[in-house]
């Protein structure tokens, strides 16, 4: 899993007055884990989102933990999408979450948190509420389920024009394949849903590459639920209409933890 629950986070795709997807602490594409940063650990992300002909923005994105507690967890995290450094780029976004096993073996994690807090509330700050439960099975993997809500509903609409604000958030992740080789740690492989005609419904999943437990790449395509309500770039620098019914996305991670100690230098040999 990936992405801690970001206070500056929760991302869009612009197409001039038009947004799309938001990234807080996600399985694949939608916030659909319980999963929370570690205190005081950076999360940098880069993601990417293209076809042969369209694209999103670039999503650049920092999220951080900020609770020192055990049993009770939360994160905050900005996005910009780029190219633009302006007001309808950014996203804010956090969380809180009680991990997975806190009371016992039984005890399922337990997340929520808001994402989308845009700075225009005519064109970018989607406001949208989640929660979700999710439980670590034998052979399984982890599975989650939840609801979101949009308290903007001026912008959650349909590519009809119908307010479509609320729906279902479920993921599913798969036990680590270990590998241990030399540049490859382990490999996951996942799935997840967002219901709802707006511009973030969509079913998306792929494989996850960990070159480190720290570092990682995730790539596959995200299928859109009504992509004409998810705005797109014609080509580089290029605004224009237009949409897509699916695009291949990859999206690097890497975590900071710059609280665990150095490794020993190993002693000089003796002459």
């Known amino acids: 899993m990936k992405k801690s629950l970001q206070l500056l986070a929760?991302?869009?795709?612009?197409?001039?007055?038009?947004?799309a997807h938001a990234t807080p602490s996600t399985t694949f594409w939608t916030p659909a884990t319980t999963y929370v940063q570690p205190y005081l650990v950076p999360h940098l992300t880069y993601d990417t989102y293209v076809s042969e002909q369209k694209a999103f923005q670039n999503d650049y994105g920092l999220t951080v933990g900020f609770l020192p507690f055990e049993k009770l967890q939360g994160e905050i995290g900005v996005d910009?999408?780029?190219?633009g450094l302006q007001?309808?780029?950014l996203y804010l976004n956090g969380k809180l979450g009680i991990p997975e096993n806190a009371f016992g073996d039984w005890f399922p994690g337990i997340s929520a948190g808001v994402y989308g807090l845009g700075f225009r509330?005519?064109?970018?700050?989607?406001?949208?509420?989640?929660?979700?439960?999710?439980?670590t099975f034998p052979m399984i993997g982890n599975l989650t389920v939840g609801a979101y809500y949009g308290l903007n509903g001026n912008l959650l609409r349909s590519s009809t024009g119908d307010v479509n604000r609320a729906g279902f958030l479920g993921a599913w992740?798969?036990?680590d394949v270990v590998l241990n080789l030399t540049g490859l740690n382990k490999i996951n492989f996942m799935a997840d849903v967002q219901?709802?005609?707006?511009?973030?419904?969509?079913?998306?999943?792929?494989?996850?590459?960990?070159?480190?437990?720290?570092i990682d790449i995730l790539t596959g395509p995200v299928y859109f639920l009504d992509s004409a309500a998810t705005p797109m770039f014609q080509g580089p620098g290029v605004r224009g209409p237009g949409h897509q019914d699916w695009l291949w996305?990859?999206?690097?991670?890497v975590d900071l933890d710059w609280h665990k100690p150095a490794p020993a230098?190993?002693?000089?040999?003796k002459a």
């Open 195 to 214: 219901t709802g005609k707006n511009a973030f419904g969509a079913v998306g999943g792929g494989v996850g590459l960990y070159f480190t437990p720290a």
């Open 173 to 175: 992740t798969s036990p």
């Open 265 to 269: 230098a190993a002693a000089a040999p």
């Open 80 to 83: 910009s999408f780029m190219p």
């Open 10 to 19: 929760a991302a869009a795709l612009l197409l001039g007055a038009s947004s």
């Open 121 to 135: 509330s005519d064109v970018s700050d989607f406001d949208i509420l989640h929660a979700e439960v999710g439980k």
């Open 87 to 89: 007001s309808t780029n």
């Open 249 to 253: 996305t990859v999206q690097l991670d």
